[in-house]
């Protein structure tokens, strides 16, 4: 079975993948100074739990926006599941897609991969929103090209900004307010429209705007945590893809390894 690892910024996300299907996966925070050792650890006990062994695992696939990261992760697959992990992006690995953008070496591995997953679900132009530490818009053509996107804030940071900004402002959750009303009666209730409705007014609004400048027949692909919550109040999404990122590693690995 494949072990894809998306390394993100706020989360590492460790997924078993058989046949393209996703089994089971894992998510631990970000930390580069964790090691090999550590991340074994934790996910041979995870990997019992789901009824699997280390030995189960045979490929490793790796994509990371966290460069430090990259080395304890490399190590974790050649010592543990005795692999020589495929990194998203490398010789061994290339991305396959156009990305026509002026530095191509500039965008993140997660929103490439994403590209790729995208288009290959759905041949069409498409928009990608990937809710994650940043909130990102990519595009992707019919042709499956990326070219270009939106780099916007995520939530959380939007908040913690707000909230060690403001001395007497208080921590709140992500969440929708209890009602539609955007007359806030509290402090919390202000911050949680501010908040939540100021986002999804941000989301629909770029997803209005890069409609008008795409210009034909788009598709609106959300990924990432809370794309579910704001699917549930705005019309704006045509898909909910949680799992988009692993998918795009699990296609990158098909055909590095058919190329290989």
Known sequence: MLLAVDAGNTNVVFALVAKREIVARWRIATDARRTADEYAVWLNQLLGLEGYSMADVNAVIIATVVPRALHNLTVLSTKYFKVEPLVAGSDAAPWGIVLDVPEPQTVGADRVVNAIAAHARHKTDLIVVDFGTA?????????????????????????????????KLPRIAIEAPTDRSVIGRT????????VFWGYVAMMEGLVTRLRAEIGRPVKVIATGGLSVLFDAHSDVFDAIEPDLTIRGLSILYERSTARA
Do not use: C, P, R, W
Request: no cysteine.
């Open 187 to 194: 402090t919390e209730d202000q911050m949680h429209i501010g």
């Open 135 to 167: 909130t990102t818009f990519d595009v992707i053509d019919y042709n499956g090209a990326y070219k270009g996107g939106i780099i916007a804030a995520g939530i959380n940071l939007s908040l913690d900004a707000l909230v060690s900004a403001a001395a």
